[in-house]
């Protein structure tokens, strides 16, 4: 009797801590902030002044002066993007080496402990009077890149290998389907219709998707601003397919290729043919494995032997020596 009272008191603790969970969660979602915001909140924090439509300020940013490793000037050196990165990592991110690094923080990690409320009143300048934007980007642009900030950021690191650049995970079929159904219209199905001139070079889309997948992801995820392009967010897409449309974007071509010289015209590098050669059937598999077997042994033998006739002409030596 008693133990089936404890079983009831525990069962119906259960149900209650569900349904709490059930009803916590849905109200979580029921705040969460709109769509719309993300993704214009993204477009700020790659170019505010081109998703405003507003000439950039002619000087350089306040805060750039802090560094001398970013050699950029003028426009860009007020983007978020050029001192936290398209990961969002700063300096423990993409931009923590080569010609981008400023040495700027992980915002990433920051706002994980920021309010939308304290973000804003740091883009106002609350904390650092020289991080104030508030003279250039009205007050719900600073809202939504807020927005942006606190839902928008996935970890880059889940799908892009750090050293390699290569899609981690990722399925090239899948990302193909999706090119091909809505980039290829103006990207051209091979990614080399619009050339983009950045970096002070031409580049594919190819090319653009090995040298910076970050900046790929964000902008398949969030479009560019001042284009018509898709946003793939508004779309319903998941940082998943973004990864995939990366992945499938990957082998594109990238225009840069330095040709391949054949091994046969390279006879440094021509492979010499293995006497017996590989395994070409079970007998043969059989024959290489004892043979693998047999010459490990082989070798251990020698070895020791080796080893035992040194000590014994050591010691006979000393031994000589002695007398
Ligand atoms: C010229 C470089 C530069 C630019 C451009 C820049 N930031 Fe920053 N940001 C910094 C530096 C440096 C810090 C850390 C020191 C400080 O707060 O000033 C920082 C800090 C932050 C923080 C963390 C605040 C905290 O309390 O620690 C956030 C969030 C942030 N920036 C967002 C943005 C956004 C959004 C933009 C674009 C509107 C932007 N930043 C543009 C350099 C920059
Ligand atoms: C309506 C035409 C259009 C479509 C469709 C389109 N794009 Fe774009 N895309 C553009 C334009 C225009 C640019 C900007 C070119 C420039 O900067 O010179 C651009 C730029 C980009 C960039 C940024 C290049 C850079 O320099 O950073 C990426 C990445 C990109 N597109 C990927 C995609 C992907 C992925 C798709 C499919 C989801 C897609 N685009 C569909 C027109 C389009």
Avoid at 17 to 39: K, N, W
Avoid at 238 to 243: L, Q, Y
Wanted: charged content about 15%; proline content about 6%; hydrophobic content about 40%.
């Amino acid at each position: 009797m008693k133990s089936s009272v404890k079983f009831y008191l525990l069962f119906s603790l259960f149900l209650l801590g569900t349904i709490l969970s059930f009803v916590t969660h849905s109200r979580a979602q029921g705040v969460s902030p709109s769509g719309e915001d993300i993704v214009n909140g993204a477009l700020l924090y790659d170019k505010w002044y081109a998703a405003l439509k507003v000439n950039p300020p002619a000087n350089d940013m306040l805060i750039w002066s802090r560094q001398s490793t970013n050699t950029r000037s003028g426009p860009d050196t007020w983007r978020c993007v050029e001192c936290h990165g398209w990961d969002y990592k700063g300096l423990e991110g993409a931009y923590g080496s080569g010609s981008h690094f400023t040495g700027f923080p992980n915002i990433m990690k920051l706002v994980g402990q920021m309010s939308e409320e304290e973000i804003v009143a740091h883009l106002k300048g609350a904390k650092d009077p020289a991080h104030d934007f508030s003279p250039y980007i009205p007050e719900a642009s600073l809202s939504q890149l807020a927005v942006f900030l606190k839902y928008g950021l996935i970890d880059d690191a889940a799908y892009i290998d750090g050293i390699s650049l290569k899609v981690i995970g990722g399925n090239e079929t899948h990302g193909g389907q999706l090119f091909q159904q809505t980039c290829s219209t103006c990207h051209g199905e091979d990614g080399k219709t619009i050339i983009f001139h950045s970096e002070g070079v031409n580049e594919y889309l190819g090319t653009l998707a090995n040298r910076d997948p970050w900046r790929f992801l964000h902008r398949t995820r969030f479009g560019t601003a001042g284009t018509t392009m898709p946003v793939g967010f508004n779309l319903g897409w998941t940082p998943e397919d973004g990864r995939d449309i990366l992945a499938y974007a990957q082998t594109l071509p990238t225009g840069g290729e330095i040709p391949v010289v054949e091994p046969t015209t390279r006879p440094e590098v021509t492979p010499t043919k293995l006497p017996g050669g590989p395994a070409t059937n079970l007998f043969t598999g059989i024959l290489t494995g004892l043979g693998a077997f047999v010459g490990v042994i082989g070798y251990a033998l020698l070895f020791t032997f080796g080893f035992i006739l040194a000590g014994f002409l050591v010691i006979t030596v000393l031994r000589r020596r002695k007398e």
